[in-house]
């Protein structure tokens, strides 16, 4: 059974679930899912998880990204986005570039952020977009998010309005089109976003992805193992602690320490492949996950890698 992450480039006007559905198809299974959605509008880095590989997705998820964006000044849109109907227009010719790094530096570092009404939030069991085009007015609740970066790159002006290329690397649940709509009110002007391109989800990066065409043609399939190492802190272990933490047991904790049930470490046998997601508590670390059973048992009281 192949499993492993696949890293596709989202082209746009595909909803992440049309790239699953293709994704079921090119692989050849259902079990497909994958680690945070994109609008229809975005492109970029999707990840995917095959079989085994979707138990990862979890830690996926909750991983930093990067975009970069095209924010138009002058216009307010019922979506804060290019795909919804003009609401508001102002004239932002007169908003200067030192406004509009001003403006970015206020959206800039940890910020209470309310999220585009036109959103996949679900409120009172029903996703808010589904409320907002069923016509009823959703305000939906500020949350914590951090934007660590927040770029300007070009500022271009054409008449009444102003589009500024930018890049953005922030924490889960940041929504660009927030950013965009909270800059344009901020200047006084109103704004959406015009284009989105997520060229990062954690450490699997843009250089990686390849498009579904791409993979139609060779299906490229990130190693369980190796996509694991690359997400979280490793853990490598004796064959007799991969044979106890493969049937579930407790071993020593590792030497850090750290690692937790939300934060967990990446556990591997002698041979490179990956056992299990490990949480230490204690003086012992036990498996959050199990991926690989021991060739054969070994008895709690034979082993020197178990501990009570």
Known sequence: MLSGLVIVDKPQGW??????????????????????????????????GLNKATRLLTYIVGTGKTYEATIRLGQSTVTDDAEGEVTASADASAVTDEDIRAGVRLLT?????????VSAIKVNGQRSYARVRSGEEVALKARPVTVSRFEIHRVRRDGA?????????????????????????????????????RTAVGPYGIDAARTLEEHAEDLEVLDMSEAARRLMPNRDLS????????????????????????????????????VALLADAGRHAKPVIVFEPAAAPVPPASSPAAEG
Request: aromatic share 2%.
């Open 15 to 48: 909803t992440s679930h049309d790239v699953v559905g293709r994704m079921r198809r090119l692989a050849g299974t259902r079990k497909v899912g994958h680690a945070g959605t994109l609008d229809p509008m975005a492109t970029g880095v999707l990840v995917l």
């Open 109 to 117: 570092g940890d910020i209470e952020q309310v999220p585009s009404s």
């Open 161 to 197: 309005t102003v589009d500024v290329d930018v890049t953005v690397d922030c924490s889960s649940g940041t929504y660009i089109r927030a950013l965009a709509r909270d800059l344009g009110a901020g200047l006084g002007v109103g704004g959406h976003l015009t284009a989105l391109r």
């Open 239 to 274: 064959a007799a602690e991969a044979a106890e933490i493969s049937f579930g047991r407790r071993i020593a904790a590792s030497a850090e320490g750290t690692a937790t049930a939300d934060h967990p470490a990446a556990a591997f046998a002698p041979d490179g492949t990956l």
